[in-house]
């Protein structure tokens, strides 16, 4: 690039506290990875949990409180002044993958990333496994189920009948395995879905069948002018005796300032080698599950592989912060990408679909 770029870093969570410190311990990462990268400008927008925005010098919590905080139909008329040539999102709560993203559309700022729709579509667990298990991507048998106001015990019978236990227990459209149970007991599952739904903003909760170790990988995927490029998988800690899945506790701890992302611990997680004989299926599902959600740029997606080496799509993750402890930005470093040419390529391909 022969021009200089003003980059806005969408910010924050208007969800909640916890969304908005994992948003600000992301974008944080970002812009310091980013400063010295040339050809860029960057420009901080925060959105706290109270729903107001504001235009902080940089993401320290002093920067934030000090920044005068105004309502949206303000906060548009800076945006359009500061006239960014594109935007990276960084807000990881529903509203702002979804809402924040369509915003930033009306408002006629491009960014990189997926759409509002495919964030939305990705977000809720079963609809995703509906649509890449349309392409010929293996899901696990599962079945949702109201978890709100109450349960219907006939209903989770029907559920264990059709699925079989054991089962784990998942809110449809909760990260980081919150409210995430194993169930192999049908008197313990009732308490496991009331749990779920507490984790919820629709009230479903999917019963999914257990799969057993094998191993669990994820696989990210870039759109580049050659095709989509699976990436170097990254594999998980898990045991069948003391770990059979992972929880909140294997991927954040803490909370506010002490926020940690544990799940980049090498005790926690650690990179395949390109000829480990898992990886040719997990790429090729990978793929497939990219072009069925109508992803574009990058998508992430978590595998399940039996004691076979049959891979199994549990979820997808459309989202990368380019913060150093983003896992797409790992994956790509382990294949030779390092974090500013990913980046700089990612705003170009934005700026060309503009």
């Known amino acids: ?80 002044g500061i006239a960014p040539d594109v935007a990276l999102p960084q807000l990881f709560c529903i509203a702002g993958m979804t809402t924040y993203r369509a915003l930033l559309d009306v408002l006629g700022v491009p960014f990189v990333g997926n759409s509002a729709d495919v964030m939305a579509l990705a977000a809720h667990k079963e609809r995703t496994r509906a649509v890449v298990a349309a392409a010929g991507v293996d899901v696990p048998p599962g079945r949702v ?13 029907d559920a264990v009948e059709a699925v079989g236990l054991p089962v784990v227990v998942k809110p449809v459209d909760a990260d980081n395995s919150t409210g995430v149970a194993l169930v192999r007991d049908r008197a313990d599952l009732r308490s496991a879905v009331v749990e779920a739904a507490r984790e919820t903003s629709v009230g479903d909760v999917l019963l999914e069948r257990f799969v057993p170790l094998g191993r669990e990988v994820r696989c990210a995927v870039l759109e580049t002018d050659d095709g989509l490029r699976a990436l170097p998988l990254e594999e998980y800690a898990v045991d069948a005796q003391h770990k059979p899945i992972r929880d909140r506790a294997d991927k954040l701890a803490g909370s506010g300032d ?10 926690h997680a650690w990179m395949v080698a390109d000829d480990d004989q898992v990886v040719p299926a997990v790429h090729e599902a990978a793929r497939t599950a990219f072009h069925a959600l109508g992803c574009r740029d990058y998508g992430l997606f978590d595998f399940r592989v039996d004691s076979e080496g049959r891979p199994w799509c549990l979820e997808a993750g459309l989202y990368c912060s380019f ?27 934005t700026l060309t679909r503009r």
Request: include cysteine.
């Open 323 to 349: 913060a150093p402890s983003s896992v797409v930005v790992m994956m790509a470093a382990a294949g030779g990408t390092p974090l500013p040419e990913l980046f700089v390529s990612a705003v170009e391909r």
């Open 145 to 157: 189920v109201r978890g709100h106001p109450d349960v219907d015990e006939r209903l989770l019978d």
């Open 258 to 267: 002490d926020l940690a992302l544990v799940a980049k611990t090498h005790d």
């Open 1 to 80: 690039m022969t021009e200089r770029r003003m980059v806005l870093h969408l910010v924050g969570s208007p969800t909640d506290d916890f969304f908005a410190d994992l948003s600000r311990l992301y974008a944080g990462g970002c812009l310091e990875a980013l400063a010295d990268v040339p050809g860029f400008d960057h420009v901080v927008v925060w959105v706290g949990p109270d729903g107001r925005w504001r235009f902080p010098a940089d993401l320290g919590r002093e920067a934030i409180e000090a920044a005068e905080p105004v309502e949206l139909a303000e906060a548009v008329g800076l945006v359009r």
